[in-house]
């Protein structure tokens, strides 16, 4: 894996930046070596937490961060990121309708939150997943998994199959709903974040539709039902706009939960909650938190080319890697702090090399903190060499 500065590895351009940059932050000792902000008193009740600034990839507060638990209907996040998947790569319609089987119906009617649907219904992969993300309905999940993969054991295949990708290694499930199966399905807080940066930042359309609703209503077919979330900060802090609570006995009170101000990405989980007034104040104050005792320093744009990597045989000697996201550096409000950026990827990239390609990542270091890590793409296609190509790249290097 290369390692390299910002500054080193790219052009002069991108060097004068960086040079203005760290310019503009050097700081007093005594200023970079502040106290940074204490977590808000809400959270000192609750066992597991975490609070990531997706723009940063930066940690603000965390308790035992990769300590499995139990989801209970936070696990339904991950039935919707696989359904998703599924219909961005166009072999899921949003059309498409469902039929429940009379045993699901037997085993599933009114057990739970739940959409209250029959075998007369028709809902359409649409009514599902509101039906999951915003009543919770352990039924729609259910009809979803068997529907589409044939049983519940292959839809949660799939699911496990988007937590290896997504990097959850110490995550694992069981169920699509998140209902009690003796442990079988747990999460960490950190493969949460994961889930959730994927399920944002991959697909913005689908989770801005399916995420967030306070309320939602479908015509079922004995009349119109009537689906309420318990999101705690959806129309309460601003900028929130999800993602999902869960509870069970055995789990407690848990929230995955994400807000968006002025280009800022935040998600946060809360685990294990004894109440669900606690878990609902501290989530409030955790948001307001990672919001007002921090700010964010702009470094890059979405798209903006963060350094050029190397190619080996390629059409190209170099490939622009950019991030998906606007880029930020996280620091506490009110002080400055020395900032670094450097770049690894594993190099030099070998041609045929395709746009959208994940080569590498940007490594954020803000003096005092952890360091923060945000995914760099390949920013075009860069063909194989053909002879022409072959012998200018030799020229190119022979004077360069």
Known sequence: MRKAPIAACGRSRVLKFIAKLALALALP???????L???????????VYMLVDLGSGQVLAQRHPNTPFLPASVTKVMTAYVAFEEIGAGRLP??????????TEKEWWAKGSNMYLTTQDRPTTRDLLHGIMTASGNDAA????QGYAGSVPQWTAKMNDAARRLGMTRSHYHTPNGWMDEGHTYVTASDLVRLSDAMITRYPDLYREFSGRKRWYWQGAKGEVAMRSHDPTVGVVPGADGIKTGYTREAGYNFLGSAERGGRRLVMVLAGSPKASVRDAAAQAFLEWGFSAWRARHLFDKGQPVVQAQVQGGASLE??????????????TGSQRAISLSVRYRGPLVAPVRKGD??????????????????LYAGRDVGKAGLLDRLRNGLINLFS
């Open 29 to 35: 000792a005594s200023a970079a070596h502040a106290a």
């Open 37 to 47: 902000p204490a977590p808000p008193a809400e959270l000192e009740t609750i066992p």
């Open 142 to 145: 259910i009809v979803l998994a």
């Open 319 to 332: 490939v622009p890697l950019v991030a998906d996201r606007g880029v930020y550096a996280t620091l506490p």
């Open 94 to 103: 949003l059309d498409r309708v469902f039929v429940e089987r009379p045993e």
């Open 358 to 375: 994940k080569v590498g990542e940007l490594e954020i270091r803000v003096q005092g903190m952890s360091p923060g890590h945000v995914p």
